[in-house]
Each structure stands twice: as structure tokens, then as C-alpha cells.
Nanobody, 116 residues
């Protein structure tokens, strides 16, 4: 079992920045792919960014390319999402996601609100 705990959400003005963190605990050995998803009110959950176990490969939604950066520190069992140039349409609950031994795990989510 893996538990994921996100932090770092909040209210930010358009053009601002936030960094989300997701710490994994429990059976963290061999955690594989990790990612960030988001869900805005009335919309489906969508992948924002993902990163492979070694951190060498990343992928991003077109809407965040060039503005968001995903990274991970395997020594700390933590994945990060650096968000810059935030827009009101980035407002959503952001969820951390991890794959471990073919099982999927989700965090509880953290709210990000971009508004002036």
C-alpha cells in the first residue's frame, strides 16, 4: 500500500506561481510512474504532467507545456509540480497519482485557485 499526501495549493493571482508537493509513504519501494491530474468543477479529471520512475522522461498536457514542470526526488519519495504563469483556467483540484506494483494510488487532492 502507498499513501500520497499533497501540499502547496492555495489562492494565487493570474501570472503567479505555486509549487505542489506530493509525498509518498508506506510501501514506497519500486514506485514507478508518478503524475499530477486535475479536475475543475463540471469537468473530467485530466492528466497535467507525468514522470517516469527515474525521472528521465516527462509528459505534459498541451495546456501547461512551457509553464509547468514536474520533477521527483526519489530519496524523499516526493514528486513536485512547479507551476508558473498561472491562468484562471488552471483553477482545479490537483491530485497526485502513482503506480506501484501494477496498482494505482491517488492523493486526496489540493485546491489551486487562480483569481485576482
Amino acid at each position: 500500500q502507498v499513501q500520497l499526501a499533497e501540499s502547496g495549493g492555495g489562492l494565487v493571482q493570474p501570472g503567479g506561481s505555486l509549487r505542489l508537493s506530493c509525498s509518498a509513504s508506506g510501501s514506497t519501494f519500486s514506485i514507478g510512474y508518478m503524475g499530477w491530474y486535475r479536475q475543475a468543477p463540471g469537468k473530467q479529471r485530466e492528466l497535467v504532467a507525468g514522470i517516469t520512475s527515474g525521472g528521465r522522461s516527462t509528459n505534459y498536457a498541451d495546456s501547461v507545456k512551457g509553464r509547468f514542470t514536474i520533477s521527483r526526488d526519489n530519496a524523499k519519495n516526493t514528486v513536485y509540480l512547479q507551476m508558473t504563469s498561472l491562468k484562471p483556467e488552471d483553477t482545479a483540484v490537483y491530485y497526485c497519482y502513482a503506480v506501484h506494483l501494477l496498482s494505482e494510488y491517488w492523493g486526496q487532492g489540493t485546491q489551486v485557485t487562480v483569481a485576482s
